[in-house]
T-cell receptor
Framework: DAKTTQPPSMDCAEGRAANLPCNHS???????VYWYRQIHSQGPQYIIH???NNETNEMASLIITEDRKSSTLILPHATLRDTAVYYC???????????FGQGTRLTINP | DTAVSQTPKYLVTQMGNDKSIKCEQN?????MYWYKQDSKKFLKIMFSYNNKELIINETVPNRFSPKSPDKAHLNLHINSLELGDSAVYFC??????????????FGPGTRLLVL
């Protein structure tokens, strides 16, 4: 599985968009980009995933660059409850395990 | 309805004891997992089972033995507990599928403290 690089921490004001970057320059053609988050030692929570097209769901948007070497998770209107560690994970299609890095600790400030 | 549940939520025990953690999922998924999150917060896979068959065993000491009585359950038995086993253990499940749809859903975790 390709390695990912994320900033260790970020801050965002409540109500603003939180943009979390992730580099995955060694990603291969059949590897997906997944985002999970972990709120204060709860179980990791799935957010979104994509292959090459941008994706949006009720939680977030995922923007993947055309060369697929990086992506950005966007939380459009961050709330205090979005404070968590966000993990960007690259996973081969059909592979079963998720390889978690250190993630980005996102703090939403009032 | 809780999709992936674990019991117990907290477990405090003495070194050398044997303990079990249970996991159940009601999502109808084919694959279940155990992950360990240590004190430094690194989250790492230990095992995965697909249709009651062991698929992944990530160099975990053989004191750890997963058991899957059926597709909906994956239990973790730990023999001769050591101080280093103190961690949070997360169960997860996913549905087999192509196209990267194998999203994993995690349980709330079991906090194990070995004294």
């Amino acid at each position: 599985d390709a390695k990912t690089t994320q900033p260790p921490s970020m801050d965002c004001a409540e109500g603003r968009a939180a943009n979390l970057p992730c580099n995955h320059s060694t990603i291969s053609g059949n590897e997906y980009v997944y985002w999970y988050r972990q709120i204060h030692s709860q179980g990791p929570q799935y957010i979104i995933h994509g292959l090459k097209n941008n994706e949006t769901n009720e939680m977030a948007s995922l923007i993947i660059t055309e060369d697929r070497k990086s992506s950005t998770l966007i939380l459009p209107h961050a709330t205090l409850r979005d404070t968590a560690v966000y993990y960007c994970i690259v996973k081969l299609r059909g592979a079963q395990k998720l390889v978690f890095g250190q993630g980005t600790r996102l703090t939403i400030n009032p | 309805d809780t999709a992936v549940s674990q019991t117990p939520k907290y477990l405090v025990t003495q070194m050398g004891n044997d303990k079990s953690i249970k996991c159940e999922q009601n999502l109808g998924h084919d694959t279940m997992y155990w992950y360990k999150q240590d004190s430094k917060k690194f989250l790492k896979i230990m095992f995965s089972y697909n249709n009651k068959e062991l698929i992944i065993n990530e160099t975990v000491p053989n004191r750890f033995s997963p058991k899957s009585p059926d597709k909906a359950h994956l239990n973790l038995h730990i023999n001769s507990l050591e101080l280093g086993d103190s961690a949070v253990y997360f169960c997860a499940s996913s549905q087999d599928g192509a196209g990267g749809r194998e999203t994993q859903y995690f349980g709330p975790g079991t906090r194990l403290l070995v004294l």
